[in-house]
Nanobody, 120 residues
Protein backbone atom coordinates (compact mmCIF):
# COMPACT_ATOMS: atom_id res chain seq x y z
CA UNK A 1 0.00 0.00 0.00
CA UNK A 2 3.04 2.24 0.34
CA UNK A 3 5.67 2.51 -2.34
CA UNK A 4 9.05 4.22 -2.41
CA UNK A 5 10.51 4.81 -5.84
CA UNK A 6 14.08 6.03 -6.30
CA UNK A 7 15.55 7.75 -9.33
CA UNK A 8 18.73 9.54 -10.32
CA UNK A 9 21.39 6.88 -10.05
CA UNK A 10 23.99 6.30 -12.71
CA UNK A 11 27.63 6.40 -13.66
CA UNK A 12 29.65 9.45 -12.66
CA UNK A 13 33.33 10.31 -12.70
CA UNK A 14 35.25 10.80 -9.45
CA UNK A 15 34.73 14.29 -8.13
CA UNK A 16 31.43 14.69 -9.92
CA UNK A 17 27.92 15.31 -8.58
CA UNK A 18 24.78 13.23 -8.64
CA UNK A 19 21.32 13.81 -7.21
CA UNK A 20 19.03 11.03 -6.03
CA UNK A 21 15.29 11.43 -5.58
CA UNK A 22 12.75 9.25 -3.81
CA UNK A 23 8.98 9.57 -3.99
CA UNK A 24 6.67 7.98 -1.44
CA UNK A 25 3.12 7.18 -2.51
CA UNK A 26 0.13 5.17 -1.39
CA UNK A 27 -1.77 5.07 1.86
CA UNK A 28 0.23 7.67 3.79
CA UNK A 29 -1.03 9.40 6.90
CA UNK A 30 2.31 10.95 7.83
CA UNK A 31 6.02 10.36 7.30
CA UNK A 32 8.28 10.52 10.33
CA UNK A 33 11.75 10.02 8.89
CA UNK A 34 13.06 9.61 5.38
CA UNK A 35 16.56 8.58 4.54
CA UNK A 36 19.10 6.91 2.32
CA UNK A 37 21.07 3.74 2.91
CA UNK A 38 23.64 2.10 0.68
CA UNK A 39 25.09 -1.33 0.20
CA UNK A 40 28.30 -2.06 -1.64
CA UNK A 41 29.18 -5.58 -2.86
CA UNK A 42 30.32 -7.73 0.02
CA UNK A 43 29.42 -5.13 2.63
CA UNK A 44 26.51 -4.56 4.98
CA UNK A 45 23.84 -1.98 4.28
CA UNK A 46 24.72 1.30 6.01
CA UNK A 47 22.96 4.55 6.77
CA UNK A 48 24.07 7.41 4.52
CA UNK A 49 21.78 10.16 5.81
CA UNK A 50 18.31 10.68 7.16
CA UNK A 51 16.01 13.60 7.91
CA UNK A 52 12.94 13.94 10.10
CA UNK A 53 9.77 15.86 9.43
CA UNK A 54 11.18 18.89 11.21
CA UNK A 55 14.23 18.99 8.99
CA UNK A 56 16.81 17.67 11.43
CA UNK A 57 19.30 15.48 9.63
CA UNK A 58 22.23 13.22 10.35
CA UNK A 59 24.97 11.84 8.15
CA UNK A 60 27.47 9.04 8.07
CA UNK A 61 30.95 10.37 8.84
CA UNK A 62 32.15 9.23 5.43
CA UNK A 63 29.80 11.58 3.58
CA UNK A 64 29.71 14.64 5.86
CA UNK A 65 30.52 17.80 3.96
CA UNK A 66 29.93 16.12 0.59
CA UNK A 67 26.31 14.93 0.69
CA UNK A 68 23.19 16.91 1.55
CA UNK A 69 19.81 15.39 2.32
CA UNK A 70 16.59 17.36 1.94
CA UNK A 71 12.90 16.61 1.77
CA UNK A 72 9.67 18.09 0.50
CA UNK A 73 6.97 17.21 3.01
CA UNK A 74 4.16 18.39 0.73
CA UNK A 75 5.28 16.05 -2.06
CA UNK A 76 6.45 13.19 0.19
CA UNK A 77 9.85 13.27 -1.43
CA UNK A 78 13.41 13.05 -0.21
CA UNK A 79 16.56 14.00 -2.09
CA UNK A 80 20.24 13.27 -1.72
CA UNK A 81 22.65 15.70 -3.35
CA UNK A 82 26.01 13.99 -3.65
CA UNK A 83 29.08 16.07 -4.47
CA UNK A 84 32.76 15.24 -4.72
CA UNK A 85 31.92 11.61 -5.31
CA UNK A 86 34.57 8.99 -4.68
CA UNK A 87 34.93 5.45 -6.02
CA UNK A 88 34.16 4.17 -2.52
CA UNK A 89 30.70 5.75 -2.79
CA UNK A 90 29.84 3.12 -5.40
CA UNK A 91 26.88 1.15 -4.10
CA UNK A 92 23.21 0.38 -4.45
CA UNK A 93 21.40 3.25 -2.75
CA UNK A 94 18.07 2.58 -1.04
CA UNK A 95 15.41 5.02 0.03
CA UNK A 96 13.94 4.33 3.48
CA UNK A 97 11.02 5.82 5.37
CA UNK A 98 9.14 5.43 8.64
CA UNK A 99 5.52 5.97 7.64
CA UNK A 100 2.23 6.09 9.51
CA UNK A 101 -0.53 4.65 7.32
CA UNK A 102 -3.09 5.68 9.93
CA UNK A 103 -2.77 7.39 13.35
CA UNK A 104 -2.03 4.09 15.09
CA UNK A 105 -0.11 2.03 12.58
CA UNK A 106 3.36 2.61 11.23
CA UNK A 107 5.92 0.65 9.31
CA UNK A 108 9.38 0.83 7.78
CA UNK A 109 9.41 0.92 4.02
CA UNK A 110 12.19 0.50 1.45
CA UNK A 111 12.62 1.33 -2.19
CA UNK A 112 14.05 -1.08 -4.74
CA UNK A 113 17.37 0.68 -4.90
CA UNK A 114 19.22 2.74 -7.48
CA UNK A 115 22.79 2.02 -8.53
CA UNK A 116 25.47 4.66 -8.15
CA UNK A 117 28.80 3.91 -9.78
CA UNK A 118 31.75 6.28 -9.42
CA UNK A 119 34.45 5.46 -11.92
CA UNK A 120 36.64 7.06 -14.54
Amino acid sequence: QVQLVESGGGLVQPGGPLRLSCAASGSIFSIVTMGWYRQAPGKERELVADINSGGASKYADSVKGRFTISRDNALNMVYLQMNSLKPEDTALYYCNAYIYTNPRQWGVYWGQGTQVTVSS
